[in-house]
């Protein structure tokens, strides 16, 4: 009877043991952009107030208000994820600066270059653990528009 009840048991164990192994064959693969996130290797460090300076001249006013509102969106987007990240503008300059926790914003002839962008972020400088130090964000002189400029934006600086 003994022999019986080791058989029972030996039976069991082996069976919980073939469906967790068999589960483990299901998982699915993670593909980013289709059932996972994209992958970004540019992030801010945590708790870094990133001080974001606009190219002089290159913005009409409305353009800047859009830039602005987008740079709220984002640190509110942070917040709630509690990664402590936060823009704050920081002025016109006359050339991309290299400080730290500095995000210039900038124009070019992206598009001209590379036919499927209207925006490139760039990372200028970044520490010894790869987290960013400073960046700039070049949009294609074509991008005017307000709505597309916030798009961008906020395509190009997910980078908490």
């Not at 069976?15 to 068999?22: D, E, L, R």
């Not at 107030?49 to 006013?61: L, T």
């Not at 509102?69 to 823009?87: C, D, H, P, R, V």
Request: overall charge negative.
């Amino acid at each position: 009877m003994n022999i019986m009840k080791l058989f029972f048991l030996l039976t069991i164990v082996l069976f919980i043991a073939a469906v967790k192994i068999v589960a483990q064959d299901k998982s699915e693969v993670c593909v980013a952009n289709h059932n996972a996130p994209p992958v970004n290797a540019y992030c801010w460090p945590p708790d870094t107030n990133v001080k974001v300076y606009f190219a002089r001249g290159m913005f009409s006013d409305e353009q800047r208000i859009t830039l602005l509102k987008a740079m709220e969106t984002w640190s509110e987007s942070n917040a709630q994820t509690e990664a402590g990240i936060t823009f704050s503008y920081a002025g016109e300059i006359d050339r991309v600066n290299d400080c730290h926790a500095c995000l210039t914003v900038t124009r070019r002839e992206v598009h001209k270059h590379d036919r499927k962008h209207y925006a490139f972020f760039n990372p200028f400088t970044q520490s010894g653990d790869g987290l960013l130090v400073s960046a700039w964000i070049d949009f294609d002189f074509a991008t005017t528009s307000p709505q597309a400029l916030q798009v961008s934006w906020l395509t190009n600086s997910d980078t908490a």
